[in-house]
């Protein structure tokens, strides 16, 4: 190929970031992403086959320039919560994704075509990986997401999760590429057959598991309420516009009442519902907690769960995560689901435990980073164990709270645990009226195909509503209103390959990668690098991969 110039290489670079970007929910144009790395991998075939010094450094920026380009046209919505927080994390998530892309050039540039186009989709995906299991974790940009507003293309995500639609995505753009540059000349029939298939076939698959899959399990009938109460304006004590926490309760009680019978299994009130900080040890103490049990009482079948700020106090610094108040003692801080059945048992407590980054986890070092999403700041308490609830009936209920819905793996956790359907108690209020809360909204659709369960979704301002097995948002509100709703979820013990497994793809992606590195690595000080190919060598029907 010729060589290219560095306005050509801006171009391109800018061109594959933008394709990202309008790839992404809410628009369904995830098949975008099937191409859109090309530009920028055609950049660093360029600079690898021109000899150009330093072309390491220089794919740097190009590939930083793709990867800011596209996390600031998809989650520049994290701007209305802080200005200075949301620059450092879209910068920060570039730099990270920069990683395996810096990678993969020099693995291409010392060890020639074949391991060097394979080591892309797996320096990604261990990244990826990786992205979805350390406390810093920001995975909403995880390739296989971009297919969250079109559910029918990715039925066979209840085998793969999220990370075998990276694979696809990743494995698509080398093969186009492959074929773009005429990098192969000995077996291109063979290769535009193999390209065809690898793009087709998971589509093909996909909407006939779509059309025949029928969703399977036992009717519970679940009501949702979305109060509608700012958490910058009305929701906490101190805001300009606070409104007592008793009319909040008095609010969702009301909403509640409206469409709840003696028929209702569960009832859904958003994250924080009950946001005034209470003692776990205590629970029974308070006046509201006795109100609401009196509430559910009244109901044989009903269950509660409602999102509630909470507390637990220790005697000394019991956990990492400890805080301490002089003349209150030693406390964790906790974004809990709470659960209280018709039986009248005592309420049932689980600790949001995939917590995010810049405000509710926050290292020591990136405090003055901090994003306030309208609650608590400052490190939370998590807890090890996925709970359960259980109703009255039987039935399970896995108390998904906010950011947890984004993890596949980790919702998995639930289900392994006797989970039949998936609850999900949000407020993304913080973000505004923009792509922020409907992105939030589809990606539940991905995590109901990988479990193959039903989903209630109540959120403080929307979206709320209902997803089927397939990843179909069956009914929901609208943003910003007050609204209730009432459906029906199938609830199942149904255990889907993913659910055994997990991100098995992203595990191998880790062992793989470590593999390359190493081999990489005596390569080098062995002094034996890889072939080095030269623009008459691709013109060669000799050269292959």
Not at 82 to 88: A, W, Y
Request: hydrophobic share 45%.
């Amino acid at each position: 190929m010729r060589t290219l110039n560095n306005r050509q290489y801006l171009l391109l670079s800018s061109l594959s970031g933008i394709l990202l970007s309008i790839a992404w929910p809410p628009l369904p144009l995830g098949l975008v992403l099937l191409f859109a790395f090309v530009p920028l991998l055609v950049v660093n075939e360029s600079l690898i086959q021109s000899g150009a010094r330093k072309s390491g450094s220089r794919f740097f920026l190009y590939s930083y320039l793709t990867l800011i380009i596209w996390n600031v046209l998809t989650t520049w919505w994290i701007w209305n919560a802080t200005s200075v927080g949301s620059l450092f994390a879209m910068a920060a998530n570039a730099l990270l994704m920069s990683i395996p892309m810096i990678g993969f050039h020099h693995t291409r540039k010392r060890l020639g075509i074949l391991v060097g186009y394979l080591s892309l989709p797996i320096y990604w995906l261990a990244f990826e990986y990786i992205h979805l299991n350390w406390d810093l974790s920001w995975p909403w940009l995880t390739l296989g997401n971009a297919f969250a507003s079109t559910p029918s293309l990715v039925q066979w995500y209840e085998f793969s999760g999220a990370l075998g639609g990276s694979l696809w995505i990743l494995m698509s753009n080398v093969l186009v590429l492959v074929l773009l540059l005429g990098l192969h000349k000995v077996y291109k029939k063979q290769l535009v057959v193999a390209t065809v298939a690898w793009i087709v076939l998971p589509i093909a698959l996909s909407v006939f598991m779509y059309v025949s899959y029928e969703d399977v399990g036992k009717p519970a009938e679940v009501v949702v309420v979305q109060p509608n109460i700012d958490p910058y304006e009305e929701k906490f004590s101190g805001s300009p516009r606070f409104i007592p926490y008793k009319e909040q309760l008095a609010r969702m009680l009301a909403l509640t009442d409206s469409l709840t019978t003696d028929k209702t299994h569960f009832v859904l009130w958003p994250e924080t519902a009950l946001p005034s900080g209470y003692d776990e040890e205590e629970i029974l103490s308070y006046a509201t907690i006795d109100k609401l049990m009196d509430k559910v009482a009244a109901f044989p079948n009903l269950s509660l769960i409602t999102g509630m700020d909470s507390h637990v106090r220790y005697s000394e610094a019991a956990t990492p995560t400890v805080r301490y108040v002089e003349g209150f003692g030693y406390y964790d801080s906790y974004n809990t689901a709470m659960h209280i059945n018709g039986r009248g048992d005592n309420p049932e407590f689980y600790h949001k435990s995939k917590l995010v980054p810049g405000v509710e986890t926050i290292p020591a070092f990136l405090g003055r980073f901090a994003i306030d999403l309208g609650g608590t700041m400052g490190s939370l308490g998590v807890q090890e164990e996925r709970s359960v609830f259980f109703g009255a009936t039987g039935k399970g209920a896995a108390p998904v709270i906010c950011y947890e819905s984004i993890f596949g793996d980790f919702v998995g956790d639930y289900v392994r645990n006797g989970a039949g359907f998936i609850a999900i108690i949000t407020n993304d209020a913080w973000w505004g009226n923009t792509p922020g809360h409907k992105q939030h909204m589809q990606y539940a659709s991905l995590r109901a195909i990988e479990t193959r369960k039903g989903i209630a979704r109540s959120a403080n301002t929307g979206i709320s509503g209902f997803i089927n097995q397939r990843g179909d948002i069956v009914s929901a509100s609208e943003y910003d209103v007050m609204a209730v709703m009432k459906g029906e979820v199938l609830v199942n013990d149904v255990v889907t390959f993913y659910t055994l497994y997990g991100d098995f793809i992203g595990q191998w992606a880790v062992y793989l990668s470590a593999m390359l590195v190493i081999y990489y690595y005596i390569k080098k000080f062995m002094g034996r690098k890889g072939k080095k190919v030269s623009s008459a060598d691709f013109a060669s029907p000799k050269v292959k991969i």
